[in-house]
């Protein structure tokens, strides 16, 4: 089975600059996750779709960053403009829909902004 | 958000067991506890989840007492390639949505 997909794996910007993320969910998983992992900490949930819908963006910097799902599958997230703070690895997950399902997580994009 | 607590660093040599214990004092009842195990440059994995007792699958051992406000994840015989960090989370009964990881616990196996 095709785990989550990620691209790119690495990307640099200057600061002010945009950038867009992309995300390819496992086959089947109704819900996809964006999260955010600032180095040493634990990853943050920047936002969580319900196929093309969002079940919740309350953590997501809405003035510079923004995701969609336009057609319940693919995912991408988008940083404009870029803040040195942002320099952070962003994770993308998937899961099934119902109790106690796990999320599987792609390897994440790591984003260096200069 | 659902929190929970843990050390935030353990050192174990290799082949010995290494316990982590995970406080949550106020969980909810229909939470379940999850584990997730994550090395570095890669996203977290699922590794183990329960509600009461004792569960245990090919990796590790999950026990989690009657009052549920604490849980161990138990690594037996533990290698090098078990250097990661272990995150200890409460899952809601609706599902993995708005998983909080914390900073977890960073596992260190010596030779």
């Known amino acids: 089975e095709a785990g989550v997909a990620q691209s790119p794996r690495y990307k640099i910007i200057e600061k002010r600059q945009s950038v867009a993320f992309w995300c390819n969910p496992i086959?089947?998983?109704?819900?996809l996750y964006w999260y955010q992992q600032i180095l040493g900490q634990g990853p943050k949930l920047l936002i969580q779709f319900q196929n093309n819908g969002v079940v919740d963006d309350s953590q997501l910097p809405k003035d510079r960053f923004s995701a969609e799902r336009l057609k319940g599958v693919d995912s991408t997230l988008k940083i404009q403009p870029a803040k040195l703070e942002d320099s952070a690895v962003y994770l993308c997950?998937?899961?099934?829909?119902?109790?106690?399902?796990?999320?599987?997580f792609g390897q994440g994009t790591r984003l260096t902004v200069v | 958000l659902a929190k929970t607590t843990q050390p935030i660093s353990m050192d174990s040599y290799e082949g010995q067991e290494v316990n982590i214990t995970c406080s949550h004092n106020?969980?909810?009842?229909?939470?379940?506890i999850t584990w997730y195990q994550q090395f570095p440059s890669q996203g977290p994995r699922f590794i183990i989840q329960?509600?009461?007792t004792k569960v245990t699958n090919e990796v590790a051992s999950l026990f989690i007492p009657a009052d549920r406000k604490s849980s161990t994840l138990s690594l037996p015989r533990v290698s090098l390639s078990d250097t990661a960090v272990y995150y200890c989370l409460r899952l809601p009964k609706t599902g993995a949505n708005n998983l909080f990881f914390g900073t977890g616990t960073r596992l260190t196996v010596i030779p």
């Open positions: 086959s089947g998983h109704a819900t």
């Open positions: 997950a998937s899961s099934l829909t119902g109790p106690n399902t796990e999320a599987f």
């Open positions: 329960g509600y009461k």
């Open positions: 106020n969980i909810a009842t229909n939470d379940y």
